[in-house]
């Protein structure tokens, strides 16, 4: 028996690695069927074609589909080509857009193509549901080895797929859905894995999965805890309880993982660790055995002081963001959410004050949520410090709390698979507001050193964020297209986009008399060319599968470009610099090899040698320093 699962992500799939390792410990090797993963994420016209090509080579006689909102449309595009091509073929869906029974119920109706689904947690009963069929394929009498409790279920196959095996015991399986005629069976329950112990260990040297489909590149997932300690209405971590994995069992796939050197670990816990003792010794834990991997994680706010942020650091983990999602006390009550605003400002300034500039999660779309307390949060944040927000629309997941009271809550739904979300008193022009205010706040993030130059002449912060006019400007939008442009275009076209951010952002008089605020907006752009190009250079060489080649200039790879947001304000009147330190040069080195990047006034980058930069700070004051490259 051979079974292809199609994964969510292209990324290493910890749900494939699981399931290959329950189904390699419950089967004897004769018995035990080919277990094949693949990610048909690419465009359109490649995935129908490499998975034809699958469905060709392997003819499978399973395939399940890992499903969240991303890819369940494409997933049903592709299970349909499966029953055309391969009639006999089982078609299971499982994953978090399934939902629960009524949800899934409801997408088997509307696509016959889909022979199972599996509702909740599936690291146990997809194998189960695996081992059930092939037992059935090789049993003669199959009703004898189950006993008489176990009843014949006779499969209803989609016109044109032809006769299909009956499948016997499925209705004990707890959580999955399938047809008995023209009616739909479920098992027991939804499935949720109350003991995680149950679940295979899948980071081990004995593994063959993971050793065979997992390279030191790639971005490795781990699991300490499932569920979440919070109860928010709109979730899909809190629909099941909070669980710890073993301490053992974790403190063990640590030591695979950075024993193997993998670059990047990702824990996906809900709160990194669970409660903070237990986030401490996990600390301590990656510390000990870590050898140069960075690893990953999202803290609880609460846990978070100097000694948790050193614990942190000492051990190579990554803050990757808070959850604040909102500081509307009312909106907060009614997504069952507790919220801290002093909390979060304390939380803020400690991971500032360590050098930590923390990503800050913010949800726009939420009950009872309006423009103005959106706009409050966003406001809030920029006052103490944070420059890089999360902004994540609502989206209705199934089986969530907010998915069964939406029509209590007047909830307007939009028409895309995300189920994208707002309140119908929001209306739709505030929630484009919304949008709007997302779009100033990250031009402020390209714009930071003409926002510091603003701030410092005229002493007092730019209210762009405050300001409905400027939200309200078509000028905006121009910017917005001028920023998304390709990297020779925005420097082909800075002098227009130097007038547009000028004139949206300053008032006239303000720009007149300081004829360098110009200068500055085109350092601001200049900078965003490059980073636009840096990623360009990456898709291409990944298109091409060509090693990186840096030619000191134009292609400069990212890792190497260390920016200081304040230093051409404290050394310099003028103009502002950019210093890139050398990628070989140690942190604590007193010997560092520090180059220049200078922008003059025609809107060209010159890279200084140290020497040529020595000469350049010695005519610095003057009002048109001269180039000097």
């Known amino acids: 028996m051979v079974v292809l699962f199609v994964k969510a992500l292209p990324s290493f799939s910890l749900a494939a690695a699981i399931f290959s390792e329950a189904l390699e410990q419950s089967l004897p090797v004769k018995n035990r069927p080919r277990f094949i993963a693949r990610d048909y994420g690419r465009s359109f016209s490649e995935v129908d074609t490499s998975f034809i090509s699958d469905l060709l080579m392997f003819r499978p006689d399973i395939i399940g589909f890992s499903n969240f909102f991303w890819s369940l449309k494409k997933n049903i595009t592709l299970a349909g080509i499966a029953k055309t091509i391969l009639p006999q073929t089982r078609i299971i869906f499982g994953g978090p857009q399934v939902g629960l029974i009524d949800n899934a119920i409801n997408l088997m109706k509307q696509h016959p193509a889909i022979d199972f689904t599996l509702c909740g947690e599936g690291d146990i009963t997809f194998p189960l549901l695996l081992k059930q069929i092939s037992r059935n394929n090789k049993m003669k009498n199959p009703a004898a ?47 949720s894995v109350t003991d995680l112990a149950e679940i295979p260990t899948v980071y081990h040297d004995k593994n063959s999965f993971v050793l065979r489909n997992a390279s030191i590149n790639e971005l490795m997932p781990l699991q300490t805890l499932r569920g979440c300690k919070n109860h928010c209405s709109y979730c899909l971590y809190c629909i099941d309880k909070l669980r710890l994995f073993p301490l053992k069992r974790v403190e063990n796939e640590i030591r695979f993982l950075c024993a193997r050197r993998f670059n990047n670990v990702r824990v996906s816990d809900s709160h990194f660790g669970g409660p903070k003792a237990r986030a401490m010794e996990l600390l301590r834990i990656i510390r000990h055995y870590n050898k140069g991997t960075c690893f990953s994680i999202y803290p609880d706010p609460d846990h978070i002081d100097a000694g948790y942020i050193r614990a942190a650091k000492s051990a190579g983990c990554q803050i990757i963001s808070l959850g604040l999602e909102t500081l509307d006390p009312v909106v907060a009550r009614r997504v069952n959410r507790k919220t801290n605003a002093h909390k979060m400002v304390s939380v803020i300034n400690t991971l500032q004050k360590n050098n930590v500039n923390p990503q800050v999660d913010l949800v726009f779309g939420l009950p009872q949520q309006q423009f103005h307390s959106f706009k409050n949060d966003v406001l809030f944040l920029k006052k103490h410090g944070v420059t890089n927000i999360l902004f994540s629309p609502l989206m209705i997941f199934p089986g969530t709390a907010l998915d069964k009271q939406s029509v209590q809550e007047k909830m307007n739904t939009l028409p895309a698979p995300q189920n994208y979300a707002f309140p119908l008193e929001m209306g739709l022009d505030d929630y484009a507001k919304c949008h709007r205010l997302i779009l100033l706040f990250q031009l402020t993030k390209i714009l930071y050193r003409t926002e510091k130059y603003i701030q410092r002449t005229q002493k007092q912060a730019p209210c762009w964020l405050e300001d409905d006019k400027i939200l309200a400007s078509h000028t905006l939008l121009d910017i917005n297209e001028d920023m998304h442009a390709a990297a020779s275009s925005i420097r082909a076209n800075i002098r227009s986009s130097i007038k547009k951010i000028s004139k949206l952002l300053c008032p006239p008089r303000y720009a007149a008399k300081h004829n360098v605020l110009n200068d500055v907006i085109r350092f601001d752009l200049m900078e965003w060319a490059m980073k636009q190009r840096f990623k360009e250079c990456e898709r291409e060489l990944k298109k091409n599968n060509t090693p990186h080649v840096c030619d000191g200039k134009a292609n400069l790879k990212p890792s190497t470009l260390l920016l200081d947001n304040d230093v051409w304000l404290d050394s310099f009147t003028a103009v502002p610099e950019l210093f890139i330190k050398h990628p070989l040069s140690r942190p604590d080195s007193t010997h560092k090899k520090t180059y220049c990047a200078f922008c003059c006034p025609s809107a060209t980058i010159h890279f200084l040698t140290r020497q040529k930069f020595a000469s350049f700070k010695q005519c610095r004051r003057r009002a048109h320093p001269r180039c000097h490259y």
């Open 145 to 191: 080895s189950y006993g008489v409790s176990i009843r014949e279920i006779s499969h209803v196959a989609p016109q044109g797929a032809g006769n299909q095996t009956p499948i016997w015991g499925l209705n004990q399986i707890p959580g999955l859905v399938f047809r008995e005629g023209a009616r739909f069976v479920s098992g027991p329950a939804v499935y």
